[in-house]
Each structure stands twice: as structure tokens, then as C-alpha cells.
């Protein structure tokens, strides 16, 4: 199971965090301070990929375990396990935050590009401290019990603060600040959303319906993050907890195996959250889907020469309006621009 069953979460995950970067990068979604979060928390997943699960690969699946030979390595085997899967959910926390700012028009700066930078690389350097710990009493240790060698955190008190920091800091803390916040921003969205359009439409009339249109599918896809996260990383991190607490325990051989066992199948599921966000994203926002038909047209389009969307699918108005760090890219249907009607309207609305 080791060997075998991590290889589908790296294939998976590397095809889309890759098109997660490539979309989360694209001119019109670039500039959202939202995409931005969402961009980290990918970046992150990349060194939960290759870092995380390639070592438990090598270590469980393969039986060769470097922790178990150099104490520095396995210091710095659990130091970026622990820090980049903890970067990774707070990302989300962050993006959630972002949207509710955005759901009570909060002042330009705050969803800004340049800010929700800033406060990623704080983010970062929060993190780093807060696991520099491991760096100093994670190690080789001989459990005194069953005389096997094992790399993890010092015993006694320290072990059981290592874990209940990472069930907090890792499974509990984010999910919680997540449904809070996603809860609160669709509230306010629901609040402030017009049911009737006037028939007299504007530019601006159109501009903020986009908006509104564009946080409310961000909203949907951060809100399917927040469940999988829940599903996918509170029962592991649980059973680290547990594991520590009865580690005085005397089981049987068979105990230990059915034990194994549920660790194995949990630890497999924990990487779903970090691998599988492409997906989840994709199923859930049409935003997103748009964005990824738009690279694969390009990419057919380069190999071709050829179009495989329809006219009606692409932009005729390439109006970007950048405001308040919210993308309000401004897609007008080509046949409907094609009236006269509408064509005078627009050039009337720009003079």
C-alpha cells in the first residue's frame, strides 16, 4: 500500500497544480487578490508532493528510511512536512478572509495584489517560527518499550504538544476560521445581491454584475476547499494525537497491524486535500473551467492552427478592469455586440 497507492496522488497532483499555476497566473485572474491565496496554497501543495509523499514513499514503501540514519535529515524531513501542509490550509484562511472583505467592500488596499502579498510572506515566516521547534528536539529516538528506533519528536510532554499544535494549527484552527468567514461572506453576499436588472443597462451596471458573479463562484470553489479539507486531514491528525496518547499501550501483533494498517489508509487520504484541489476546483467554478478551455485552445490553436471553441465563446470586447484587486473582466457575447443596438449603446457609454 506504501509503495503502490501514493503513485495516483503524485500523477494526479502534478498535472494539476501544474494547471492550477498556469490558470492562477493568466491575465485575467493574476490581479485577484483571491487568486493570489489560492496560488500560494498551490505552491505549497508542491512541496507537499514531492517532499512529503516521495520520502513516505521511500521510507515506508520501499523500507529505506534516511531519518533513521542522519538526525539532521529527519529534522528537516518533519520541519517542511509540518510547515508546508500547514501553509497550505492557512492559504485557504487567508483566501476566505479575502473574500469577506470583498463581501462588505472593504477599503482598495486590502484587496490589493501587493497586500495580499505582504501578508503571505508573513504568513510564511508566522509558520516558520512556529514549527522552528522541530528543528531543535524532533530526532532519532529509541522507544523504550518495544526497543525500536523511530524519527519524531523527543518523548513526554514535548510529543504531546508536537501533535496537538499540528491538529490545531494543521486540521481544527483552518476549517474552523474557514467556515466562519465562508459563512459570513455568503450571508453578506446573499444581502447585498439585486434580483432585478434594470433594462436600461450600463457599463458599470454590467461591470459589477461580473464582480458579483466572479466572488460568488470564488466563494463556491473555497467552500468545497473547506469541506475537503475537513475530510481529508482532521482523521489523520487525529490519529497522530491518539497514537502519542496510547503510545504506553502493550498491543498484540495483530493490533499492531490492524493499527498499521489505519494509519496507512489515513496518511494516504491526507494527501487528497493537496493534490486533488485542481479538480475540486474545477468541478465547482465556471470560472475556473472557462480559464482552462481558454489554455487548452491555445494550446490546440499553436499545434493546429485552429480554434476548437465556438465564436460565441470568445470575448469581443477585451475590456480588464482591474479595480479593488477583483477581477471584472468584461465578456460581452459576440452576436449580441454585433447589434447595432448595442454596438451604439457601448460607444455611447464610451464616449
Known sequence: MNRYF????????????????????????CNNSCVQYLLFNTLSNFIVLYWVVTTRIVSDGYGDDLGLRSDSFCKIRYFLTYYSRTLSTWFIVLACIDRWLSSIQAKQRFNKVLFARRVGFITCIICFISYAHI??????QKDPVSLSVTCYALPGIYRLF??????????????????????????????????????????NQIKNNLIKRRDSQLLAMLLLQIFVIIIFTLPFAIQKLMDTLTLQLQRTAVQKAQWNLITAILRLLSYGSHALGFFFYTLSAKIFRVELLKIMNRIYLWCTGKNFLRPTMIPSLDASMMRNGIDATQTIDYQRYRQPKYRAMFKRQNK
Open 135 to 140: 528543528l531543535f528536539l524532533f530526532g532519532i
Open 162 to 203: 508536537s501533535d496537538l499544535q499540528y491538529l490545531i494549527f494543521y486540521a481544527l484552527a483552518p476549517p474552523i476560521f474557514m467556515l466562519i468567514f465562508g459563512i459570513i461572506t455568503l450571508r453578506n453576499i446573499r444581502r447585498n445581491r439585486r434580483l432585478v436588472i434594470p433594462l436600461g443597462i450600463t457599463r
Open 6 to 29: 501514493p503513485y495516483p496522488f503524485m500523477i494526479f497532483g502534478t498535472i494539476g497544480l501544474i494547471l492550477n499555476v498556469a490558470i492562477f497566473t493568466r491575465q485575467s485572474l
